[in-house]
C-alpha cells in the first residue's frame, strides 16, 4: 500500500508554469506505475500522463509538448512539470500509483491548478 500526497497546485496565468509533486512511500517504482490525472468543475476525471520503470512515459494528447513527468527515485517524488498553461487545464490534479499485478490503486487528495487571468 503507498501513500501519496500532491503539492504545488495554485493560480497562473495563461501561458505560464506550475510543477506539480506528489511525495510517494511504501512504492516500488520496479512494478509501480505511476501517474496522474485530472478533474475539471462538471467533467470526469482524466488521464493526464505515467511513467513507468525505465521511466518510460506517456501523454495525454492535451499534455503532449506541454507537460513533462519525472519520477525521482532518491526522494521517491513524482513530478508534473506543466508549461504554456491555458484556462482548460484547470482542474484537481491527482497522483496515483497502481500496482499492475494486484490492480490496487493509491490515490491522493488532489492540488488545485486555476489558470487564468
Known amino acids: 500500500q503507498a501513500h501519496v500526497v500532491e503539492s504545488g497546485g495554485g493560480w497562473v496565468q495563461p501561458g505560464g508554469s506550475l510543477r506539480l509533486s506528489c511525495a510517494t512511500s511504501?512504492?516500488?517504482?520496479?512494478?509501480?506505475?505511476m501517474g496522474w490525472y485530472r478533474q475539471a468543475p462538471g467533467k470526469q476525471r482524466e488521464w493526464v500522463a505515467d511513467i513507468t520503470s525505465g521511466h518510460r512515459t506517456r501523454y495525454a494528447d492535451s499534455a503532449k509538448g506541454r507537460f513533462t513527468i519525472s519520477f525521482d527515485n532518491a526522494k521517491n517524488t513524482l513530478w508534473l512539470q506543466m508549461s504554456t498553461l491555458e484556462p482548460e487545464d484547470t482542474a484537481v490534479y491527482y497522483c496515483?500509483?497502481?500496482?499492475?499485478?494486484?490492480?490496487?490503486?493509491?490515490w491522493g487528495q488532489g492540488t488545485q491548478v486555476t489558470v487564468t487571468s
Open positions: 496515483v500509483v497502481r500496482w499492475p499485478i494486484t490492480g490496487v490503486e493509491n
Open positions: 511504501g512504492t516500488d517504482f520496479s512494478v509501480n506505475v
